[in-house]
T-cell receptor, first 108, second 116 residues
């Protein structure tokens, strides 16, 4: 079983819709990262969370340490939000473990 | 402030050769970590360097190695290349605590390696 599981694997939304993608992990962590990857490879770090909730523009990330679960919400989705969203956890023995990613497509 | 710079952007090698990839972190960042991304396995952690010392290592064979210089620039080397080493290799930098801590990571654009 993977240490980091993401769902749904693929998601298609209409422009303006509210999107939620999820990440569950099974190991002890010091932090959780949400990353965004557009076609062409470049990865941007959206959030780094160790507790609670963070907001940046239309993006909101939450983490529940007890339940070992995090969600990334996109409000008022836009075609430029189309990307792969990757959840990564900083594992206690000093390494990063990654989920397989959520492919999000926003249709105009 | 310049971002994380990786060179070269693309590389084509043949089986059995070796390759060296370079990563220049953001100025002032002391942690550099390396990752392999393939369509089948996704992103996998290779290793991390801090102050010229390897701080931790992922589950990769000894053919994969790296080093960090006093200016925090890092190189990774893959010897005796295999077809399965074809991948996007990414590096990331952070100020200090790196992958084991609570710091945001800043990624380079990656080096696309093709092994023929």
């Amino acid at each position: 079983k993977n240490e980091v599981e993401q769902s749904p694997q693929n998601l298609t939304a209409q422009e303006g819709e509210f999107i939620t993608i999820n990440c569950s992990y099974s190991v002890g962590i010091s932090a959780l990262h949400w990353l965004q990857q557009h076609p062409g490879g470049g990865i941007v770090s959206l959030f780094m969370l160790s507790s609670g909730k963070k907001k940046h523009g239309r993006l909101i990330a939450t983490i529940n340490i007890q339940e070992k679960h995090s969600s990334l919400h996109i409000t008022a989705s836009h075609p430029r939000d189309s990307a792969v969203y990757i959840c990564a956890v900083s594992v206690m023995n000093n390494r990063l473990a990654f989920g397989k990613g959520n492919q999000v497509v926003v249709i105009p | 402030k310049a971002g994380v710079t990786q060179t070269p952007r693309y590389l084509i090698k043949t089986r059995g050769q070796q390759v060296t990839l370079s990563c220049s972190p953001i100025s002032g960042h002391r942690s550099v970590s390396w990752y392999q991304q393939t369509p089948g396995q996704g992103l996998q952690f290779l290793f991390e360097y801090f102050s010229e010392t390897q701080r931790n290592k992922g589950n990769f064979p000894g053919r994969f190695s790296g080093r960090q210089f006093s200016n925090s620039r890092s190189e990774m080397n893959v010897s005796t290349l295999e077809l399965g080493d074809s991948a996007l290799y990414l590096c990331a930098s952070s100020p200090g605590f790196g992958v084991g801590g609570s710091e945001k990571l800043f990624f380079g654009s990656g080096t696309q390696l093709s092994v023929l």
